[in-house]
């Protein structure tokens, strides 16, 4: 099974940067999907970006685009998602998941396998 760890969440001033990364325990074949999603205290899971394991297409929430990247590094299996011009509307605990490319890819129902999640925090 495979197991995502995320890390470099923390707190930081609207307009400022972070880089969120998702290492995974293993290289396998049947992950076709890396996605980002978040949830903000009192609602859902919701959809980020997500990247292709094969040829590293991308697709972002509107909410996002312009401002987050989703990026993939295959010898490290690790996910980045880098995150600028944040404002305090996308503090959230940010999860990875990854997906064996079933179903709608925006949707959190077609992830089996998350990280723990890590907090990212955007003070006015």
């Known amino acids: 099974q495979v197991q995502l760890v995320e890390s470099g969440g923390g707190l930081v001033q609207s307009g400022g940067s972070l880089r969120l990364s998702c290492a995974a325990s293993?290289?396998?074949?049947?992950?076709?999907?890396w996605g980002w999603f978040r949830q903000a205290p009192g609602k859902g899971r919701t959809f980020v970006a997500r990247?292709?394991?094969?040829?590293?297409?991308?697709d972002y929430a509107d909410s996002v685009k312009g401002r987050f990247t989703i990026s993939r590094d295959n010898a490290k299996n690790t996910v980045y998602l880098q995150m600028n011009s944040l404002t305090p509307d996308d503090t959230a605990v940010y999860y990875c998941?990854?997906?064996?490319?079933?179903?709608?890819?925006?949707?959190?129902?077609?992830?089996?396998?998350w990280g723990q999640g890590t907090q990212v925090t955007v003070s006015s």
């Open positions: 990247i292709t394991s094969s040829g590293g297409s991308t």
């Open positions: 293993e290289r396998t074949l049947s992950i076709a999907t």
């Open positions: 998941g990854a997906g064996l490319g079933f179903g709608v890819y925006s949707s959190a129902t077609n992830y089996p396998y």
